[in-house]
């Protein structure tokens, strides 16, 4: 079955980096598009940012645009989020998911049908 595990979340101070890793499992990895999204205590999950299955395509939310990247290593079946510049507002907990679906490029978290367990990211202020 289809596997996401995260690593790289923690603790750092506004203005500090992470790179957040998630590494896939269960399929051919090259043909599905990846994405990360995060959830903060009591609001709703949002999506951060997506890649398409070949690493030739990406998509941020418009409050990470410039401070986060997205990109991909097929050959390690891993996906990473550098993440710059953080701020208390980019406090919560990581997720990283694939579409349901091969070679789909989706703008709906609903296509996304493989979730990991998520990594807690805590910038202080």
């Known amino acids: 079955q289809v596997q996401l595990v995260e690593s790289g979340g923690g603790l750092v101070q506004t203005g500090g980096s992470l790179r957040l890793s998630c590494v896939a499992s269960?399929?051919?990895?090259?043909?599905?598009?990846m994405g990360w999204f995060r959830q903060a205590p009591g609001k709703e999950r949002e999506f951060v940012a997506a890649?398409?299955?070949?690493?030739?395509?990406?998509r941020y939310a418009d409050f990470v645009k410039g401070r986060f990247t997205i990109s991909r290593d097929n050959a390690k079946n891993t996906i990473y989020l550098q993440m710059n510049s953080l701020n208390p507002e980019d406090t919560a907990v990581y997720y990283c998911?694939?579409?349901?679906?091969?070679?789909?490029?989706?703008?709906?978290?609903?296509?996304?049908?493989?979730w990991g367990q998520g990594t807690q990211v805590t910038v202080s202020s």
């Open positions: 890649i398409s299955w070949s690493g030739g395509s990406t």
């Open positions: 998911a694939t579409t349901t679906y091969p070679r789909t490029w989706p703008t709906s978290s609903n296509d996304y049908g493989y």
């Open positions: 269960g399929r051919t990895f090259s043909n599905y598009a």
